[in-house]
C-alpha cells in the first residue's frame, strides 16, 4: 500500500521535525496493513530487516489523506489517515513519526454500502 501526503517529515529515529512545515511537497511512502477490524486497518512504522523500501507512515497535516493499494494493474483507495498509537499513547507531537508508531486508518470497505446509497440517493449510482 502506498501513503501519500503533504504533511509534516522527519526521521523514524527522530520522529516529526520541529521546524517540518505542513502543506509541503506531495510525499509517498509504502507499508504493509498488519491487521482488519471493523471500520481500522493498521500498519506499522517498521525499521531493520522488517521495513519495506521507502517504508514510512503519515505526518501531521496528512489526516484523511488517501491510502491506496494495487489492484488489477490499477489503484484502489482503500482508506483514510487517521491517528496513530505510539509508546503507550496517541502519537502527537514529539511522539509522531517515530519507528514502531502503529497507524490507525478508517477502512473504507467498512462504510461501502453507506457510501453507495448516498451516491444513489443522489441519483449518482
Not at 501526503?5 to 507499508?31: F, P, S
Not at 506499522?44 to 488489477?72: C, N
Not at 467498512?110 to 457510501?115: D, E, P, R, S, V
Amino acid at each position: 500500500m502506498e501513503i501519500i501526503g503533504k504533511g509534516q517529515t522527519g526521521t523514524g529515529k527522530d520522529g516529526i521535525a520541529d521546524d517540518a512545515t505542513h502543506r509541503t511537497t506531495l510525499h509517498r511512502a509504502r507499508n504493509r496493513i498488519e491487521s482488519a477490524n471493523g471500520n481500522w486497518l493498521t500498519y506499522r512504522f517498521d525499521t531493520g530487516k522488517r521495513a519495506l523500501p521507502l517504508e514510512g507512515i503519515f505526518g501531521g497535516g496528512d489526516s484523511g489523506g488517501p491510502i491506496v493499494m494495487r489492484d488489477h494493474g490499477g489503484w484502489k483507495l482503500i482508506g483514510l489517515t487517521s491517528w496513530g498509537w505510539s509508546r503507550g499513547h496517541i502519537a502527537i507531537g514529539d511522539a509522531a513519526g517515530r519507528y514502531e508508531e502503529t497507524a490507525y486508518i478508517v477502512r473504507l470497505s467498512h462504510y461501502a454500502n453507506w457510501i453507495d446509497g448516498i451516491i444513489a440517493s443522489k441519483g449518482h449510482g
